[in-house]
Structure formats: structure tokens, C-alpha cells
């Protein structure tokens, strides 16, 4: 990987700003990059054509900057709609779909200067943390390519991982950004909903539980790309009163983190997970943070079906046009239809006292916040499984009930909507990355981005650990 690929996004788009670096040197070393690691990981799909590519970084040196991103090349996961490009969601139903238009989040990319130069890799749907579909295959862990990236977001965190882009966009609905920047060793943050606009199409008042956010390889350039992405959009509710996040310092003041462990004993965590996530909250003690135990905050079993009620509700009503052709449900993948046709089965009443739940959890979770700055949890309850697995069927002698409930650690910032950022906890004895997720109160972004800058200036594991080949 040459030096310019090992700079951040914020020090790359400050030098293309003054002059120091070209846009086009930066578009060459990226694109000799993914020839060389590309082929093996799979991560960037649908890229475009070369020489095009280098004439727009060209005209892109040849104009003052547009913006924050000027100049920096950016592929967008592959559920999300950038202009004259293919969104194939994964899905043979798809595949060749070229956008006619972007979607929100991605315009404010684009007017922030960034070039497009294809996509990355998502499963289909993306439903399930594991990167494989029928259209563009499957994206392996840079670390061990037998092993799966996770997803949903998994070719955004393998393509930073392995220096093929300096930020990435994901999504999150049940942690699609946090568990590959954990499995990846690298960073994402899910912010508080509402921040970055979503889809302007269908219902946009009831659905509050899928979000997209910035990954990067530090928390600073998660900040960057988070501000170019935010804003309210006049069509969609919700979105207003955010403030820019800016330039993280790495102020720990005061800062108090509790530790949310296993949930009491109730969730399962394979062999050495937890301590390898409690030795990274260790080097919050070395900073002047207090890390206390917490017990159990609320019932685990009300949290997850109030969650896959919610879920499987919002899973069938966007895709509940495909099922209902009985030419295209046949060539829907078995995960999907299994949502579809739950969500099918609830009452209004159900779906009412999913909400009631999930309202309760808030409120418990906002006292919480009152004690705590952040509260803690693993980015996943097993390590990189086998890549031909679909899911793992169970963990630590548990059988899993459901394709996600081996994700179930990531339902608590989920289903109320407030930020949690992912970063990199080390490495296991198989040399495996695992991640910690920092979760706060909804709107403190920011907040989240103080501690993990620090932590990053701390540990700088995905420099520490970086992939080479």
C-alpha cells in the first residue's frame, strides 16, 4: 500500500485542498490498489471504467473544491442509489438496475465533492450480517479470506480495511455497519436517527430503525464524512436540530462507561470474546475514564420481541410487492421470506405493543444516560465464522432460534434509534478482529466521536494491524 493510501481521508482532501496532493495521484494509487486486492476480496462491485474515472479526478484537480470530500474517490454500498450506476441489492431481481437518480445521503456526498467510482458489496437485501449474494458473490475477511467480513456493510469495511478507499458509507438496521467495522478493524458509527436522511420514497414516519453512517480507519474521518452526509431534508420528518459534530479531539473530561458485559449472563459470547472487549475498555481507564459494571437494564426477552416484531413488520412492507408476485417471491432468499411472512402475521395491536416496549427501553436507557456517557457491548457475540456458512446455528452451546439472533447483541442502540460507534478491540488467538461499540444518548454524537478519538490516539489498531497484501 503506497504512503498516500495510508493517509486518512481528512489529511488526503486537505492536501488535494492545498495543492499537495492531486486528486488524480490519489484516483491512480486507489485504483492500483483494488487491481491488486480486489480480485481475491471482492468488495468493490460495479466499479466503472478506468479512464473515466482518471479524467474526472483530472477535472476534479482542474476546479477550485467543491467541497470537504473534493476530490476523493468513494464507492457506495450497493442498497443505496447513486445516478447512472447499478443498484443490483444484492438480488438477481435487480442486478443491471441502473439509478436514475441519488438518493439523498448520497447527493450530499456528491455535492461534497467526492468522485463515485462503483459500489461495495452487500448481502442480498441486506439481510444478514454475512456478505454474500447470488449477483456479485461473496466478500471475504481480509484477515482470514476463509472467513466471513459480516454485513451488511461488509464490502465498505473490507474495502477501507484493506486501503482500497480511505471512508465508505454503510447502513445499519440490526448492526450492518458495526459488526463488519468489528470483525474488520476498522471504525463505523450508526448515528442517531434522523441525522442522515433516508429514502424519500414510501412511508417515512413509522419505519425508525434502519440508518445510514460513515465508516472510516479513524474517528475523524468518520466525523468528516458523518457532516458531509447530515442535514435535514424538508421532505422527510425527523431529521432537524443536529448540529455539525467537527473535529474530534479526543476530550475525555470526566467521562463515564458502563459496561454492559453479557447482559447478566442472558446473551452468548464465544470463548474470548469478552475479555479481549474488557481489555479495550481498559485503555479508557489509562485515559481518566471510570468503567463501571452495569446489570442488566431491562428484559432481554421483551427487547428481542419487541425488535423482531418491528423488524420483520418493516422487512415486509418494503418488500411486500415482491412476494406478492408469485414469479419473483420464488427467487427471494429463504431469510427474506421468513420476514416477509411474519410480518404478515401481526396485528395492528401487535405491532402497538412492540412500540410500547420499545418506548419503555428508551425511557430506561435515557436514566442510564444520565449516569453514563457511553454504555458498552460487543460488536458481535461470535467471532468471523466460515465463509460457506449462511449464519451460525448456534453459539456457545446456545442454538440460534432465528438467521440473526446471533446479532442479538447489537438490538439495544437499534431499537431506539440512538448512536453507537463501532472500533476495533484487537485481536483473538486465531488472529481475528473483534470490536467494541460505544452506544449514548440520542444526539450526542459527537460525545461518542470524543472517546473513540481518544481510544484511537490510544491504540491505533487499524494501523497497528493493517493489511498488506
Same mark, same amino acid.
Not at 436540530?241 to 462507561?257: L, M, N, Q
Given at each position: 500500500?503506497?504512503?498516500i493510501?495510508?493517509?486518512?481521508?481528512?489529511?488526503?482532501?486537505?492536501?488535494?485542498?492545498?495543492?499537495?496532493?492531486?486528486?488524480?495521484?490519489?484516483m491512480?494509487?486507489?485504483?492500483?490498489?483494488?487491481?491488486?486486492?480486489?480480485?481475491?476480496?471482492?468488495?468493490?462491485?460495479?466499479?466503472?471504467?478506468?479512464a473515466?474515472?482518471?479524467?474526472?479526478?483530472?477535472?476534479?484537480d482542474?476546479?477550485?473544491?467543491?467541497?470537504? =470530500?473534493?476530490?476523493?474517490?468513494?464507492?457506495?454500498?450497493?442498497?443505496?442509489?447513486?445516478?447512472?450506476?447499478?443498484?443490483?441489492?444484492?438480488?438477481?431481481?435487480?442486478?443491471?438496475?441502473?439509478?436514475?437518480?441519488d438518493?439523498?445521503?448520497?447527493?450530499?456526498?456528491?455535492?461534497?465533492?467526492?468522485?463515485f467510482?462503483?459500489?461495495?458489496?452487500?448481502?442480498?437485501?441486506? =439481510?444478514?450480517?454475512?456478505?454474500?449474494?447470488?449477483?456479485?458473490?461473496?466478500?471475504?475477511?481480509?484477515?482470514d479470506?476463509?472467513?466471513?467480513?459480516?454485513?451488511?456493510?461488509?464490502?465498505?469495511?473490507?474495502?477501507?480495511?484493506?486501503?482500497?478507499?480511505?471512508?465508505?458509507?454503510?447502513?445499519?438496521?440490526?448492526?450492518?455497519?458495526?459488526?463488519?467495522?468489528?470483525?474488520?478493524?476498522?471504525?463505523?458509527?450508526?448515528?442517531?436517527?434522523?441525522?442522515?436522511?433516508?429514502?424519500?420514497?414510501?412511508?417515512?414516519?413509522?419505519?425508525?430503525?434502519?440508518?445510514?453512517?460513515?465508516?472510516?480507519?479513524?474517528?475523524?474521518?468518520?466525523?468528516?464524512?458523518?457532516?458531509?452526509?447530515?442535514?435535514?431534508?424538508?421532505?422527510?420528518?425527523?431529521?432537524?436540530?443536529?448540529?455539525?459534530?467537527?473535529?474530534?479531539?479526543?476530550?475525555?473530561?470526566?467521562?463515564?462507561?458502563?459496561?454492559?458485559?453479557?447482559?447478566?449472563?442472558?446473551?452468548p459470547?464465544?470463548?474470548?470474546?469478552?475479555?479481549?472487549?474488557?481489555?479495550?475498555?481498559?485503555?479508557?481507564?489509562?485515559?481518566?475514564?471510570?468503567?463501571?459494571?452495569?446489570?442488566?437494564?431491562?428484559?432481554?426477552?421483551?427487547?428481542?420481541?419487541?425488535?423482531?416484531?418491528?423488524?420483520?413488520?418493516n422487512?415486509?412492507?418494503?418488500?411486500?410487492?415482491?412476494?406478492?408476485?408469485?414469479?419473483?417471491?420464488?427467487? =427471494?432468499?429463504?431469510?427474506?421470506?421468513?420476514e416477509?411472512?411474519?410480518?404478515?402475521?401481526?396485528?395492528?395491536?401487535?405491532?402497538?405493543?412492540?412500540?410500547?416496549?420499545?418506548?419503555?427501553?428508551?425511557?430506561?436507557?435515557?436514566?442510564?444516560?444520565?449516569?453514563?456517557?457511553?454504555?458498552?457491548?460487543?460488536?458481535?457475540?461470535?467471532?468471523?465464522?466460515?465463509?460457506?456458512?449462511?449464519?451460525?446455528?448456534?453459539?456457545?452451546?446456545?442454538?440460534?432460534?432465528?438467521?440473526?439472533?446471533?446479532?442479538?447483541?447489537?438490538?439495544?442502540?437499534? =431499537?431506539?434509534?440512538?448512536?453507537?460507534?463501532?472500533?476495533?478491540?484487537?485481536?483473538?488467538?486465531?488472529?481475528?478482529s473483534?470490536?467494541?461499540?460505544?452506544?449514548?444518548?440520542?444526539?450526542?454524537?459527537?460525545?461518542?466521536?470524543?472517546?473513540?478519538?481518544?481510544?484511537?490516539?490510544?491504540?491505533?489498531w487499524?494501523?497497528?494491524?493493517?493489511?498488506?497484501?
Open positions: 500500500m503506497t504512503d493510501l495510508k493517509l486518512g481521508a481528512r489529511e488526503q482532501a486537505r492536501r488535494i485542498a492545498q495543492g499537495e496532493l492531486s486528486a488524480e495521484a490519489l491512480r494509487a486507489m485504483l492500483d490498489r483494488i487491481s491488486e486486492v480486489n480480485g481475491t476480496l471482492n468488495a468493490i462491485v460495479s466499479l466503472r471504467d478506468e473515466e474515472l482518471m479524467a474526472e479526478a483530472r477535472d476534479a482542474a476546479v477550485r473544491s467543491r467541497g470537504p =470530500l473534493h476530490g476523493l474517490p468513494i464507492a457506495v454500498k450497493d442498497l443505496d442509489n447513486v445516478q447512472g450506476l447499478p443498484t443490483s441489492q444484492g438480488s438477481p431481481l435487480f442486478a443491471g438496475q441502473i439509478a436514475e437518480a438518493d439523498p445521503y448520497v447527493a450530499r456526498m456528491r455535492a461534497a465533492g467526492v468522485i467510482i462503483g459500489k461495495t458489496n452487500a448481502p442480498e437485501f441486506g =439481510l444478514g450480517s454475512h456478505t454474500y449474494n447470488p449477483v456479485h458473490g461473496a466478500t471475504l475477511n481480509p484477515y479470506q476463509t472467513r466471513t467480513c459480516g454485513g451488511s456493510s461488509g464490502g465498505a469495511a473490507v474495502a477501507l480495511a484493506a486501503g482500497m478507499l480511505s471512508i465508505a458509507d454503510g447502513s445499519d438496521m440490526m448492526g450492518s455497519l458495526r459488526n463488519p467495522a468489528g470483525w474488520n478493524n476498522v471504525y463505523g458509527l450508526r448515528p442517531s436517527w434522523g441525522r442522515v436522511p433516508g429514502t424519500v420514497q414510501g412511508d417515512t414516519f413509522f419505519h425508525q430503525i434502519t440508518t445510514h453512517g460513515p465508516m472510516a480507519r479513524n474517528p475523524s474521518d468518520l466525523a468528516l464524512l458523518l457532516d458531509a452526509m447530515s442535514g435535514a431534508d424538508p421532505r422527510l420528518p425527523y431529521g432537524s436540530g443536529f448540529a455539525p459534530v467537527g473535529i474530534p479531539e479526543g476530550d475525555t473530561s470526566g467521562c463515564r462507561i458502563g459496561w454492559l458485559d453479557n447482559w447478566g449472563g442472558a446473551v459470547f464465544e470463548e474470548g470474546i469478552l475479555p479481549l472487549c474488557e481489555a479495550a475498555l481498559s485503555v479508557f481507564e489509562t485515559l481518566g475514564c471510570s468503567v463501571e459494571p452495569v446489570s442488566p437494564p431491562f428484559d432481554r426477552d421483551a427487547l428481542w420481541h419487541s425488535w423482531t416484531t418491528l423488524r420483520s413488520w422487512i415486509a412492507a418494503g418488500l411486500n410487492d415482491l412476494y406478492a408476485d408469485p414469479a419473483t417471491r420464488e427467487r =427471494l432468499k429463504p431469510e427474506a421470506v421468513w416477509i411472512e411474519r410480518g404478515h402475521e401481526f396485528s395492528t395491536m401487535d405491532v402497538h405493543q412492540a412500540s410500547a416496549i420499545r418506548s419503555g427501553w428508551y425511557a430506561t436507557a435515557a436514566s442510564l444516560f444520565d449516569k453514563f456517557d457511553a454504555l458498552v457491548l460487543p460488536t458481535a457475540q461470535v467471532w468471523p465464522f466460515p465463509v460457506d456458512w449462511n449464519w451460525p446455528r448456534e453459539v456457545a452451546g446456545v442454538e440460534m432460534d432465528s438467521y440473526h439472533r446471533w446479532m442479538e447483541v447489537m438490538i439495544p442502540a437499534s =431499537l431506539i434509534g440512538v448512536p453507537a460507534l463501532a472500533m476495533p478491540a484487537g485481536f483473538g488467538e486465531a488472529g481475528l473483534m470490536g467494541i461499540q460505544l452506544i449514548g444518548r440520542h444526539g450526542n454524537d459527537a460525545g461518542l466521536l470524543e472517546l473513540a478519538e481518544a481510544y484511537h490516539q490510544a491504540t491505533e487499524p494501523d497497528s494491524r493493517p493489511i498488506q497484501s
